[in-house]
């Protein structure tokens, strides 16, 4: 059963990262042979039956040749991304090093796209080009299923895409409903600061009837469709982060959910992240006692 867990990761991830390395499954603990197989193993963002993907002709894109530069005054993906930054008068350019390493957790990503004329080296393609990183996910003594690092991981890295459901926010209601009765979630609610501003003119029908002050339009939902993220357990101090990554939906209400390393990881280190976010003092645990779990 692990072996052809194993393999039907990589059959089900050939198209959107050939190149990288290897998910495994272990279980040190006891004799379960791999997580249970209740959902669609995938990196692909799935589209709701209430949820339409953005006009492709919507999507813009730089006319760059070769690789986007920085300080270039022609990249329109450049130009995207440092309108975002000088919101708050922050002086930046892409939001990735030369390294590929993300320079600012605190603000959305616009990666180069299908529409774009730079080639696929470019610096502001990283996400797409898929997980460099070999994976492990391992069973624990008191928290369940977990992701691990099976080598060193440097600081602002990209992990992967946590794949899964874009539904509407009525619609994760509904869900969760349900959810609750099992015990375990893994709606993600599409909340990030960026997107607070005003209220989208073309969501569909299900969306219009919520108040126009609603600023949560879409979640995303592991729990049918997923991939090595939705074992990420939570820590009140993880090594990891949610980053909005937008690449080839050209509505900016739609981004991808994508996990970096917020520090150097050691191999062997378990890659976690907070299920709340930034926390105050009062909802965090000690290190050594946080459970996995929120506190309640």
């Given at each position: 059963?692990?072996?052809?867990?194993e393999?039907?990761?990589c059959?089900?991830t050939?198209?959107?990262?050939?190149?990288?390395?290897?998910?495994?499954?272990?279980?040190?603990?006891?004799?379960?042979?791999?997580?249970?197989?209740?959902?669609?193993y995938t990196?692909?963002?799935?589209?709701?039956?209430h949820?339409r993907?953005?006009?492709p002709?919507n999507l813009?894109g730089c006319?760059c040749?070769g690789?986007?530069?920085?300080?270039?005054t022609?990249?329109?993906c450049l130009h995207?991304q440092?309108?975002y930054?000088g919101l708050?008068?922050i002086n930046?350019?892409?939001?990735?090093?030369?390294?590929?390493?993300?320079?600012n957790?605190e603000?959305?990503?616009?990666?180069?796209?299908?529409a774009?004329?730079?080639?696929e080296?470019?610096?502001n393609?990283?996400?797409?080009?898929?997980?460099?990183y070999?994976?492990?996910?391992r069973k624990t003594?008191?928290k369940?299923?977990?992701?691990?690092?099976?080598?060193?991981?440097?600081s602002?890295s990209?992990?992967?895409?946590?794949?899964?459901?874009l539904?509407?926010v009525k619609?994760s209601?509904?869900?969760?409903?349900?959810?609750d009765?099992?015990?375990?979630?893994?709606?993600?609610?599409?909340d990030?600061?960026?997107l607070?501003?005003?209220?989208?003119?073309?969501?569909?029908?299900?969306?219009?009837?919520m108040?126009k002050?609603q600023?949560?339009v879409?979640?995303?939902d592991?729990?049918?469709?997923g991939?090595?993220?939705?074992f990420?357990n939570?820590?009140?101090?993880p090594?990891?982060?949610?980053?909005?990554?937008?690449?080839n939906?050209?509505d900016?209400?739609?981004?991808?959910?994508?996990?970096f390393?917020?520090?150097?990881?050691?191999?062997?280190?378990?890659?976690?992240?907070?299920?709340?976010g930034?926390?105050t003092?009062e909802e965090?645990?000690?290190?050594?006692?946080?459970?996995?779990?929120?506190l309640?």
């Amino acid at each position: 059963m692990k072996d052809t867990f194993e393999q039907m990761i990589c059959a089900n991830t050939l198209n959107s990262e050939p190149y990288a390395p290897p998910v495994t499954v272990a279980n040190p603990v006891d004799d379960e042979p791999c997580p249970p197989w209740e959902f669609l193993y995938t990196n692909d963002l799935k589209y709701g039956k209430h949820v339409r993907r953005g006009k492709p002709e919507n999507l813009k894109g730089c006319n760059c040749i070769g690789g986007c530069k920085p300080g270039s005054t022609t990249c329109a993906c450049l130009h995207r991304q440092k309108q975002y930054f000088g919101l708050f008068g922050i002086n930046k350019e892409f939001n990735y090093d030369e390294n590929g390493r993300y320079v600012n957790d605190e603000f959305p990503i616009f990666e180069c796209n299908d529409a774009c004329g730079c080639d696929e080296d470019c610096m502001n393609r990283v996400v797409q080009r898929g997980r460099q990183y070999p994976i492990e996910i391992r069973k624990t003594q008191f928290k369940g299923w977990g992701v691990f690092a099976k080598a060193a991981i440097p600081s602002n890295s990209f992990i992967g895409i946590y794949a899964g459901e874009l539904i509407t926010v009525k619609e994760s209601h509904e869900r969760g409903s349900v959810y609750d009765i099992f015990g375990r979630t893994y709606i993600f609610q599409l909340d990030f600061w960026y997107l607070q501003e005003g209220y989208r003119r073309d969501a569909p029908p299900q969306d219009k009837e919520m108040d126009k002050n609603q600023k949560i339009v879409f979640c995303v939902d592991a729990f049918h469709v997923g991939n090595f993220t939705r074992f990420l357990n939570h820590s009140c101090d993880p090594n990891c982060g949610v980053i909005a990554v937008h690449i080839n939906e050209p509505d900016v209400f739609k981004p991808m959910l994508c996990l970096f390393t917020y520090r150097d990881v050691k191999a062997g280190e378990e890659l976690t992240f907070s299920y709340a976010g930034i926390m105050t003092d009062e909802e965090v645990c000690p290190p050594a006692l946080c459970g996995g779990h929120l506190l309640t």
